[in-house]
């Protein structure tokens, strides 16, 4: 399975839904790309990274979802190697922040290149941004085309679920999902820090029921605070920290951006390949 190929297909659609001459998408999409880099430098400042527009989710998808996806994927490698991963029957995946599905992409990337078969998936993202999920279904779509016949997941299932976890009614939405057995927070715990006394509650509550023997992913930015943050829940929360690092990592070799096509020669500029990043794998005991 290969993500950028996934990536390519979505980013079609999506640029054919954006207004306007070739020039005048592709002048919109790097204008774009460069405020997403400006604001992701600046996350503690800002009013939080508005997804809604389609100019958006292409420069998104364009620029982090293979990279994030093929983190998560490597993440899963080092987790599976500490035995943290369910390998047989029905697993349930819970995405916060899920964006438009690279969490979803790096699961499943996983599960194929794994010698595990006859697994039956189960995706759930959450996110505040209703408008990732008409990405959040292409993704899928493409996902499930490009995997048919691959041994691992007989079945595959994905819901994306409006969430916005500073909402005080965000527990109560989360409440029936505790019981997953894989969640993730990509690049998600930045993007809200900012607004940590509104979320607390929603992470205090999550981290708390999440199930026992469940494995919480973290990847983001390798900054003191972001890490920081997520270890003092795990801390609080009764987890066994299975993983711990900080390093700068790179997609998979099977991920070459040539795939990107068109779009690299029109854009002239890459997607994010390195990313400086700690993570974390810990289980609920
Ligand atoms: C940097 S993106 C990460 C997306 C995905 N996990 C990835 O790695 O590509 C951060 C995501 O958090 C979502 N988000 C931001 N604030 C949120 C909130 N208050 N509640 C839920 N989701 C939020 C955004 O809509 C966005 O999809």
Redesign the pocket.
């Known amino acids: 399975m290969n993500c950028f190929e996934i990536a390519k297909k979505v980013l079609d659609r999506s640029f054919a839904k954006i207004e306007g001459s070739q020039e005048e998408k592709v002048k919109l999409i790097n204008k774009r790309i460069s405020e997403l880099q400006t604001a992701?430098g600046n996350l503690d400042q800002k009013d939080?990274?508005d997804?809604s527009d389609p100019i958006t989710q292409f420069a998104?998808i364009y620029k982090?979802?293979t990279a994030?996806?093929s983190y998560?994927c490597t993440l899963m490698e080092k987790a599976d190697r500490k035995d943290a991963l369910p390998t047989e029957g029905k697993i349930k995946l819970a995405?916060?922040?899920?964006?438009?599905?690279?969490?979803f992409l790096g699961f499943l990337k996983f599960y194929n290149s794994s010698c595990y078969s006859g697994i039956s998936a189960i995706s759930n993202s959450?996110?505040?941004?209703s408008d990732?999920s008409y990405c959040w279904s292409k993704v899928f779509e493409e996902a499930r085309e490009c995997t048919e016949g691959e041994e691992a997941c007989s079945s595959l299932s994905t819901n994306f679920h409006i969430?916005?976890?500073?909402?005080p009614k965000?527990t109560q939405r989360i409440d029936d999902y505790t019981d997953s057995d894989i969640f993730?927070?990509?690049?998600?715990m930045?993007?809200?820090y900012q607004?940590r006394d509104k979320?607390a509650p929603f992470f205090t509550y999550l981290f708390s029921n999440i199930r026992k023997g469940a494995t919480v992913l973290f990847?983001d930015n390798k900054t003191d605070r972001y890490r920081e943050w997520f270890d003092f829940f795990v801390g609080a929360n009764g987890y066994e920290v299975l993983i711990s690092g900080e390093d700068r990592w790179v997609p998979s070799f099977d991920e070459q951006k040539a795939v990107l096509g068109e779009y690299l020669t029109l854009l002239k500029q890459n997607p994010k390949l390195q990313g400086d990043i700690a993570y974390r794998v810990v289980r609920k005991m």
């Open positions: 992701y939080g990274v997804y998104y982090y979802t994030h996806a998560v995405s916060i922040g899920g964006g438009p599905g690279s969490d959450f996110d505040k941004d990732w969430l916005d976890v500073c909402d965000s993730t927070m990509i690049y998600f930045s993007e809200v607004f979320v990847i």
